[in-house]
C-alpha cells in the first residue's frame, strides 16, 4: 500500500565562514553583493528542503523537478516558442524519473515524428541549471558514477536541443531523418536538433526571475549568467519549487503536481526499491484518504510488487488524505522483472476515487542485469562548447570586481601566513 505523510518542514542555514576585518573591507569597497560564496555563504532560513540539501545524498535529479519545471515554464513565458512540454508514450519511454519532458518547439516536433514510428529510451532532454547543479556537485564528489560533467551554465542539455537516448544505436537513422545529429565524439547517446536554437542561459535567466520574484529583498541580477550570487540563491532554493512560479499561464499539471521523486535511477533486475513521490494538489477537490492510486489504461504494470500492491493494476489506497493546496509523500513500493539488458519501465498511475480522476503520476526506472543503484542516468556531457560564463552578482554588483580584488587578496594571504 501506498503512504502519504505530510511534507516535512526543514531549515537549511549554511553557517557563514569567519573572515577577516580587512577581507570585509575590501569585498566591501570593491564589489557590494558580488561575495563568491566560497567566501562567504548567503545564508537563509527556509521551511522547504533547499537545492543544497541533496549536494551529498541521492543520484537522481529528480529531487529538484518542482524547481526545474518551474523553470521550464518561465522559459515558457519568456519566449514561448524556445521551451515547449511533451509527455511520455508507448513510444516515448522515460528511463529515469529524472527526465525533464522540455525542448525547444522544433526539437519537440522532430521527436515526436520519430515517435510516432519508433520507440526510445529516453534519458535525458532539457536539463535546468538546478538538475546540472547537482550533477556537477556529485561528479566533484566522485559520486554517482559520473565521471564527467559540464559546468552550470554550460551543459548542452541547458541548450534545449539535446536528447540522450539509450536504445540510440538502431535509431540514428530515423532520429537522422527528422534532423537529429549524431556526432558528438565519446558520447553516443547524445544526439541534437542542431536546426532548433541554442537557448543556453535562459534556464539560469528564468531561476533569476523566480529567486526575484519570490526573495523581492534580495534581489540578483537577470543576466542569465551563472555567477557566485546565482550559485548561492539555487543553493537555498526550495528543491520542489517556489511559493510562485510561472505567472503566464504556465504548463503546471492540474491536479496532481509531481514536484519531487526521490529514489534511484536505476535498479538490479529481481530488485526491489521504494519511491516518495511528493505531490502537490494543485485541483480545487481534497483528496480522501480512500483515493487509489491505479495503472492508467488498466494494463498491468511492469513494476508490480506482489507485497505491497493490492494487484498487478493498483497500488491501493493513499491512506491519509491531501487537500487541494497541500503537498503530500506518497511511498511507491516497487519490484524489478527480470531482464538480461538494460530496459527503460514506466508507468503511469491515475489518483482516482473510483469515479473521478484527480491526476496522474508517472514513475520510470531503469532496470540493468547488475543493479547499479548508485548511478545516475544522466551525467556524460563531456564536449560542450559553450563559452565560459560569469555574473549572476545582485542587482547593484558586476564581475569586473574580481580583477580588482584578486591581488589585495593574494597579498592578505601572504600576511596571514607571514604572522
Known amino acids: 500500500m501506498p503512504t502519504v505523510t505530510n511534507r516535512m518542514k526543514a531549515h537549511d542555514a549554511t553557517p557563514i565562514a569567519a573572515i577577516g576585518r580587512l577581507h570585509i573591507l575590501l569585498v566591501g569597497l570593491l564589489a557590494p553583493g558580488c561575495i563568491s560564496p566560497t567566501d562567504v555563504d548567503t545564508s537563509t532560513t527556509s521551511s522547504e528542503v533547499s537545492v543544497s540539501a541533496y549536494t551529498s545524498s541521492g543520484c537522481s535529479t529528480a529531487v529538484v523537478v518542482g524547481l526545474s519545471k518551474q523553470i521550464a515554464d518561465e522559459i515558457g513565458c519568456m519566449s514561448p516558442s524556445s521551451l515547449q512540454q511533451f509527455s511520455p508514450t508507448a513510444n516515448l519511454v522515460f528511463s529515469s524519473n529524472a527526465v525533464l519532458p522540455y525542448l525547444g518547439a522544433p526539437a519537440k516536433t522532430a521527436l515526436l515524428k520519430v515517435g510516432a514510428t519508433s520507440s526510445l529510451q529516453i534519458n535525458s532532454a532539457f536539463r535546468t541549471v538546478a538538475q546540472q547543479y547537482l550533477l556537477y556537485r556529485w561528479y566533484q564528489q566522485g559520486r554517482c558514477g559520473i565521471t564527467a560533467a559540464a559546468t552550470p551554465g554550460r551543459s548542452n542539455h541547458q541548450s534545449g536541443r539535446a536528447l540522450d537516448v539509450s536504445n540510440y544505436s538502431s535509431r540514428i537513422t530515423v532520429m537522422g531523418n527528422q534532423g537529429w545529429a549524431h556526432d558528438v565524439p565519446g558520447d553516443p547517446v547524445h544526439f541534437d536538433h542542431l536546426a532548433s536554437p541554442d537557448i543556453r542561459g535562459m534556464d539560469v535567466k528564468a ?188 542587482a547593484s554588483g558586476n564581475g569586473s570586481w574580481l580583477v580588482m580584488l584578486a591581488p589585495a587578496l593574494v597579498m592578505l594571504r601572504r600576511r596571514r601566513r607571514a604572522s
Not at 256 to 276: C, E, F, L, Q
Not at 315 to 335: F, H, L, N, Q
Open 207 to 394: 531561476f533569476q526571475r523566480l529567486w526575484n520574484r519570490n526573495n523581492p529583498a534580495d534581489k540578483i541580477s537577470e543576466d542569465g549568467s551563472y555567477g557566485p550570487q546565482t550559485e548561492a540563491r539555487l543553493k537555498q532554493a526550495p528543491a520542489t519549487g517556489f511559493t510562485t512560479g510561472a505567472v503566464c499561464g504556465s504548463q503546471r499539471a492540474i491536479g496532481a503536481d509531481v514536484v519531487s521523486i526521490n529514489g534511484p535511477d536505476r535498479i538490479a533486475a529481481g530488485g526491489h526499491a521504494t519511491y516518495s513521490i511528493t505531490v502537490d494538489n494543485t485541483g480545487t477537490t481534497d483528496w480522501a484518504d480512500t483515493t487509489r492510486l491505479v495503472v492508467m489504461g488498466g494494463a498491468a504494470s511492469q513494476l508490480y510488487d506482489s507485497t505491497s500492491w493490492t494487484s498487478p493494476t493498483e497500488v491501493g489506497p493513499i491512506r491519509t488524505a491531501i487537500a487541494a493546496g497541500d503537498k503530500g509523500v506518497i511511498d511507491v513500493e516497487i519490484s524489478a522483472p527480470m531482464v538480461t539488458e538494460e530496459t527503460a519501465a514506466q508507468t503511469q498511475f491515475a489518483l482516482s476515487d473510483g469515479t473521478t480522476q484527480f491526476g496522474t503520476i508517472n514513475l520510470a526506472v531503469t532496470i540493468t542485469p547488475n543493479g547499479d543503484e548508485d548511478i545516475s542516468n544522466e551525467g556524460d556531457d563531456t564536449h560542450d562548447d559553450a563559452p565560459e560564463v560569469s555574473g549572476g552578482c545582485n
